[in-house]
C-alpha cells in the first residue's frame, strides 16, 4: 500500500507534469528545428553559409503546436476538476496526445531531411515543384541539416507529458468518502447502567 502522503505527491505531480509538457511542446515549435549549412561558395559572399529552419514552416510543426497546446489545456483540467473520474479521462487524454507529438518528434529528429525540404519549399512558395531539387541537394551533400534544440524540445516535452499521464495512471484515486466516527461498544443509558 502506498504512503498516503506519497500518494498525494503523485496526485499533485502527474498534471504540472503534464502542463510542463505541453508548454515545452509549444516552446519548441516556436523555436527553430534544422540548422542547413551550405558546403559550397556562393556567387555572392554576403549570403549565409548556414540557416535555420523553423518548426512552423512545416505543416507538421504547426500541427504539434496545436496538439501541445491540448496537452497543456488537458493538463490544467486534470489539476482543477473535482470528479477524479473526469481528471484521470483528461490526463490520459493528454498522455496520448503527448505519445503522439514524441513520436513524430523523434522521426523528424533522427530523419531531419524530409521535413526540411518540405519546411524549405514551403519558405521559398514553390512547394512540391522544388522537391525534386532540393532533396538532390541533400543527397548530394551540398546542404547538409541538423536537427536544433527547437525539436529536441518537443520531443522533451512529448516524454515529460507522457509521464504525467501515466503516473495519474497508477496514482491512488483520492478519497472522497467521509469516514463515520467510532460508535462505542456500550451505551450508557440514563441511570447510568449499560443495557442488558
Known sequence: MQHPSRAHAS????????V?????????CLMPWFELRAHFTPFDSSMPRARAVGGLDTSKGTLLLVIGIVVAVLGVVAMF?????AGLGASIAAAIGALFVGAFAVYDALTPTPAAVEGISNEIGAGDVAHPFIQGLFD???ITIDATIGLWLVVV???VGV????LAV???PRSTSVQAPARSDAVVSEGG???D
Do not use: D, K
Not at 20 to 28: H, K, R
Not at 81 to 85: D, L, M, Y
Open 140 to 142: 548530394r551533400g551540398i
Open 163 to 166: 509521464v504525467g499521464g501515466v
Open 157 to 159: 516535452g512529448g516524454v
Open 11 to 18: 496526485r499533485r505531480v502527474a498534471p504540472l507534469l503534464t
Open 20 to 28: 510542463a509538457g505541453g508548454a515545452l511542446i509549444v516552446l519548441g
Open 193 to 195: 447502567r449499560a443495557p
Open 170 to 172: 497508477f496514482a491512488p
Open 81 to 85: 476538476v473535482q470528479s477524479p473520474t
